[in-house]
T-cell receptor, first 110, second 111 residues
Framework: GIQVEQSPPDLILQEGANSTLRCNFS?????LQWFHQNPWGQLINLFY?????KQNGRLSATTVATERYSLLYISSSQTTDSGVYFC????????????WGAGTKLIIKP | DGGITQSPKYLFRKEGQNVTLSCEQN?????MYWYRQDPGQGLRLIYY???????QKGDIAEGYSVSREKKESFPLTVTSAQKNPTAFYLC??????????FGSGTRLTVV
């Protein structure tokens, strides 16, 4: 089946720093989404981005489908950005099922 | 406000006991999902349902059962056949390919 790999697995930054999180996938996808899980476990959808670039405030994402990767950019990090960032993809005739990466754990220090 | 409600937040199960996790949504979403998350891991699909009275197994369905008698409700039963049930369980719903909405989760511990 399709493999979804995220890097780095862990990232520790000072408040105000910028970061780039990467998601590689091993086959073509119908859909790619980025999620943020806060330290209490709540998951929030950040981007639905099968291709192209989207921006939402300090966050932006780019998916290059032909090269099978997506990047999530976080600028001017805040402590509330801490948590785990997941990439998840839909593949083939999956009936909207998502295949999840293992996540990048981000810690923003004040 | 529309959303997904999971209950309870914390659940303790004794060996050999069946327990049921509740998931209710008022978003009018057709599809609902149950995921399991182990520490430091991504999410793995247990069961999903796209319409009432129909559901399909996900990657790790063994030891679990579900029902979908109403559009709003998708309860998950963790049976005694699930030998390692301690995990964080997340319910989600979606309308089509995007708009995934998650509940706040249930932490299940075997005692």
């Amino acid at each position: 089946g399709i493999q979804v790999e995220q890097s780095p697995p862990d990232l520790i930054l000072q408040e105000g720093a910028n970061s780039t999180l990467r998601c590689n996938f091993s086959d073509s996808v119908n859909n790619l989404q980025w999620f943020h899980q806060n330290p209490w476990g709540q998951l929030i959808n950040l981007f639905y981005i099968p291709s192209g670039t989207k921006q939402n405030g300090r966050l932006s994402a780019t998916t290059v489908a032909t090269e099978r990767y997506s990047l999530l950019y976080i600028s001017s990090s805040q402590t509330t950005d801490s948590g785990v960032y997941f990439c998840a993809v839909e593949h083939g005739d999956s009936n909207y099922q998502l295949i999840w990466g293992a996540g990048t754990k981000l810690i923003i220090k004040p | 406000d529309g959303g997904i409600t999971q209950s309870p937040k914390y659940l303790f199960r004794k060996e050999g006991q069946n327990v049921t996790l509740s998931c209710e949504q008022n978003l009018n979403h057709d599809a609902m999902y149950w995921y399991r998350q182990d520490p430091g891991q991504g999410l793995r699909l247990i069961y999903y349902s796209q319409i009432v009275n129909d559901f399909q197994k996900g990657d790790i369905a063994e030891g679990y059962s579900v029902s979908r008698e109403k559009k709003e409700s998708f309860p998950l039963t963790v049976t005694s056949a699930q030998k390692n049930p301690t995990a964080f369980y997340l319910c989600a719903s979606t309308l089509g390919s995007y708009g995934y909405t998650f509940g706040s989760g249930t932490r299940l511990t075997v005692v």
